[in-house]
């Protein structure tokens, strides 16, 4: 399977998946990584892996509806089966949802429906629970809606800090996205109502 991979950050959850698919039996490639922004760890990643990227800032774009279009059509050149934001920091429009939608996915680093949005850790640790995760999820157009893929939970300890609590969410969710997209790209996926079935 042709995997796209969209981020904004430092792409540990991009290493992952690009040291995934460095096994044939992986039975996926990352054919291309987009980015909405230049300077960021993520690129030097998928330079060195030899993997071509693109950067779309919106602020180079007419609006958001033309930046949402062209990055419709960078990723569309690629001809991915799934398109995976890894911490990519951009809610996409119409145009990209209509073309990529039921196979464009998402990684947060939360338990959804609770704490959606740029600060999971940080809000999870201000509520006070005591267990958090990471939520893989079909992207729809709302934030952090769409339906669920896996789950993986992970504990808040009582001296959790707000960076501490992040990096042990990171681990499992690179341990989840590689795994299910590994499953998706071999075995594909349906969708029925709010349900995902991973084959
Ligand atoms: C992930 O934890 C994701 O859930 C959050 O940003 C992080 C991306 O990290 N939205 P990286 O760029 O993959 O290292």
């Not at 995934?20 to 690129?43: F, N, Q, S």
């Not at 089966?81 to 911490?87: K, M």
Request: charged residues 20%; glycine residues 10%.
């Amino acid at each position: 399977s042709r995997l796209v991979v969209l981020i904004s950050g430092s792409g540990s959850n991009l290493q992952a998946l690009l040291d995934a698919c460095a096994d044939p039996a992986y039975g996926a490639e990352v054919v291309a990584v987009g980015a909405d922004r230049d300077g960021i760890a993520g690129l030097d990643r998928a330079a060195t892996a030899g993997v071509p990227a693109f950067v779309h800032k919106v602020a180079d774009h007419a609006d958001r509806v033309a930046w949402d279009q062209a990055l419709t059509q960078s990723v569309r050149a690629y001809e991915p089966d799934l398109v995976i934001s890894a911490g990519f920091l951009k809610l996409v429009g119409k145009a990209f949802l209509t073309e990529f939608g039921g196979r464009y996915i998402n990684t947060h680093n939360a338990l959804l429906p609770s704490f959606p949005g740029i600060h999971g850790p940080r809000d999870a640790l201000a509520y006070g629970v005591k267990v958090s995760g990471a939520t893989l999820f079909v992207v729809d157009d709302g934030v952090d809606t769409g339906q669920i893929i896996a789950q993986v939970a992970v504990p808040v300890l009582d001296d959790d800090t707000e960076e501490t609590l992040t990096e042990r969410i990171k681990e499992a969710e690179r341990a989840q996205l590689v795994e299910y997209v590994g499953r998706m790209a071999r075995n594909g996926w349906t969708i029925s109502g709010r349900k995902v079935t991973v084959g």
